[in-house]
Every structure is written in structure tokens, then in C-alpha cells.
């Protein structure tokens, strides 16, 4: 391992990612407030202390050598990460606990985040991490302490809690249904749907649930997650089955339209999955009662 007086200063390495950005001195020395000779100075120290030249000098300008392209990547990474750990340690300076919560994208986009502050305000000291994931858990011995996902209704899911049964609603914009309104299942005729590429069978599920029997046009591009089916809505592209926890709100505002007042039942729900040595720690337990009450107040989801 390296002396620690041999490896050259943050401030001449942050000096170098400059100069190295815009391949000229003096404009490394105005946005350092540095003037030029300086710069070049911290330049000069430290390809002197690497034995190494960092820069080729030309007449017309500089230009990175073969050892300074080699250099640069791995010094920005470094930096980087020291920002990221200052920055983190700072704004952990008033927090007590961090919780992490794993949840699908659409649940976090459509329902989680426009809630989270609520939590935040009535537990200060507990700061939540979100992330995102989707599909089945193989393993939840990770540093997740909350996991949420949408998956098949069945009883053998492990450290799983089923949150809520998940039922559709069919929703359009306001504008396409001006174009072309539906006041009878007929007139689904004349609309594109938008697929659903992980779970195909909820339109035949749908298909079933209202006795469709004409054909039914799809739009060319599928959607992964229910919220790019919400963002294809919005542009009319078409007809989306999205869950009513979700989009209820929306179409209170009148944001969206549900027409024929459609919801249907699919075959799946909302598990919150918390490993088991987890489960009674502080701060699962508070955020679990706090989802759990948000999700009952809002729509009796709860089972």
C-alpha cells in the first residue's frame, strides 16, 4: 500500500479533471478561479510526483497523453465516490434509522411516491431508501429491509403478506373519448388497446369478463409497467387496464375516464415480503403499519 504522502492531493487531482475537460488551461483557471499559472503549476507538480506525463503540449493547444486517458476515468470514479460518501454522511447527519424498500416501478411512480412525503414529515428521523425491482424473489437475503411486488395470488410465498388483491380499471383520456365516446361494450370496437408485454392474458381476461366477441385492435408498441401504460393514455395512444389504487385519483380529478364504470379482478395482488429475522425491527414495523393504514384509508385493500 502506498505512504499517504505519496499520493497526490484531492485539489490537484480535481485540478487535473478540469483541465482534462476542457483541454485548456485558461479555462480550467476561470472555472477554478485559479489563475493560469497556477493551474499549470498543479500540473506540472503532479506529473511530476506520478512520473508520468498527464498532457502532450503543442503549439495550438494540449491534448491528454496515452497515460492521462488511462489516468482520467479512474481518478473521475474515484472523486466521484468521495462526493457520494460526503454527500450521503452529510444528509444522514439528522437521520436515526434507514429503512429500504424494493418496489415495483408503477407502484412507486403511481401511488408510493405521491404518498412518501407524508411519512417523511411524521417520522423525520427515519429515512427511507427507495428502490425498484420487479418480478419473483429468489432471495431476500439482501439489504432490502421491505420488498413489495405483484405477483400470482397463492398461499406459499415465504415471509410474504398479501397487501391487496389487485383489480383493474379501464381508463382513456378525455380527449380520445370525445373523439370516439363509449357508452356500450360495442363500442370498444373502435378503439386500440395497449398491451401489456409481461401479462398478455389481461386482455383475454377482459375479453372474457365482458363477453367480447369482435376482434380486438392492439397498438404496436407494447408497455413493460403499467406507468408507461399511463403515459401512453395520457398521449391517446389507446385503452390501458391499469389498477385502481393507482389511477382512482386521476380519475376523481377527472385526469382519466373509465368508461362504462369497468373494473375487473385479475389474478394477482401486492405482497410485501420482509425477511424474517427483519419483521420485528422499529422500523419495518413502522413503515408496514404506515403502508398498511394509507392503503386502508384510501380504498379498504386491505385483506
Request: with cysteine.
Amino acid at each position: 500500500m502506498l505512504d499517504m504522502k505519496e499520493l497526490p492531493s484531492i485539489r490537484a487531482l480535481r485540478t487535473f479533471l478540469v483541465v482534462a475537460n476542457h483541454l485548456s488551461f485558461s479555462k480550467a483557471a476561470r472555472e477554478l478561479s485559479l489563475t493560469q499559472g497556477a493551474v499549470s503549476k498543479q500540473i506540472a507538480q503532479l506529473e511530476q510526483q506520478l512520473g508520468q506525463p498527464l498532457f502532450e503540449r503543442h503549439l495550438n493547444g494540449i491534448q491528454l497523453s496515452s497515460i492521462g486517458l488511462r489516468y482520467l476515468p479512474q481518478i473521475a470514479e474515484a472523486l466521484e465516490a468521495l462526493q457520494n460518501a460526503t454527500a450521503s454522511l452529510r444528509q444522514l447527519d439528522q437521520v436515526e434509522e434507514i429503512i429500504t424498500v424494493n418496489v415495483t416501478p408503477s407502484f412507486a411512480s403511481l401511488w408510493l411516491i405521491p404518498k412518501i412525503n407524508g411519512f417523511a414529515k411524521a417520522f423525520p428521523h427515519l429515512q427511507v431508501q427507495l428502490k425498484t425491482g420487479d418480478g419473483m424473489v429468489n432471495d431476500i437475503s439482501t439489504d432490502n429491509d421491505i420488498i413489495i411486488r405483484c405477483l400470482p395470488l397463492a398461499k406459499h410465498y415465504e415471509n410474504a403478506t398479501l397487501l391487496c388483491y389487485e383489480s383493474l380499471r379501464l381508463v382513456a383520456s378525455a380527449n380520445l373519448l370525445q373523439l370516439r365516446p363509449i357508452r356500450h361494450i360495442d363500442d370498444l370496437a373502435n378503439h386500440v388497446f395497449l398491451p401489456q408485454v409481461t401479462r398478455p392474458q389481461l386482455w383475454e381476461q377482459f375479453r372474457t369478463h365482458h363477453d367480447i366477441a369482435f376482434p380486438m385492435d392492439f397498438y404496436g408498441v407494447g408497455f413493460e409497467h403499467f406507468y408507461l401504460s399511463l403515459e401512453a393514455v395520457r398521449n391517446q395512444l389507446g385503452l390501458a387496464l391499469l389498477p385502481d389504487f393507482m389511477v382512482d385519483d386521476l380519475i376523481a380529478e377527472q385526469l382519466l375516464f373509465n368508461p362504462l364504470n369497468s373494473a375487473m379482478t385479475s389474478h394477482y395482488g401486492y405482497y410485501m415480503i420482509v425477511p424474517h429475522y427483519k419483521r420485528h425491527a422499529r422500523k419495518v414495523c413502522v413503515f408496514t403499519q404506515w403502508l398498511a393504514d394509507m392503503m386502508g384509508n384510501s380504498q379498504d385493500h386491505i385483506s
